[in-house]
């Protein structure tokens, strides 16, 4: 499974952006995913999951209420919607792919994005 993430960029605090994820290699609707982040100098950590058919969502308490992940299994894509950014966003964001199971935990996802970079200015 390959994925390729994109729409990262700076932005200012209260803006928003749009995380895009595109899978290949497998059929996508038989993969659970997930987004997690890097801070700088921190180790990574969980942001959101979406299971496969999409009718479940999961959130870091963090950006419960700012964030939305969905996906479109026609499209191949998991998206990332964040709103009410904030400069604790800034991270490296990563897209994961599980076939087994959709989780909070980073062992689980077999299959990894190169990671897009998100800054947000005060």
């Known amino acids: 499974v390959q994925l390729q993430a994109s729409g990262g960029g700076l932005v200012q605090a209260g803006g928003s952006l749009r995380l895009s994820c595109a899978a290949s290699g497998r059929p996508f609707s038989s993969l659970a995913m997930g987004w997690f982040r890097q801070p700088p100098g921190k180790e990574r950590e969980f942001v959101a999951a979406i299971s496969w058919s999409g009718s479940s969502t999961y959130y870091a308490d963090s950006v419960k209420g700012r964030f939305t992940i969905s996906r479109d299994n026609a499209k191949n894509t998991v998206y990332l919607q964040m709103n009410s950014l904030k400069p604790d966003d800034t991270a490296v964001y990563y897209c994961?792919?599980?076939?087994?199971?959709?989780?909070?935990?980073?062992?689980?996802?077999?299959?990894w994005g190169q990671g897009t970079q998100v800054t947000v200015s005060s």
């Open positions: 994961a792919a599980s076939a087994t199971a959709w989780s909070m935990k980073p062992a689980l996802y077999s299959y």
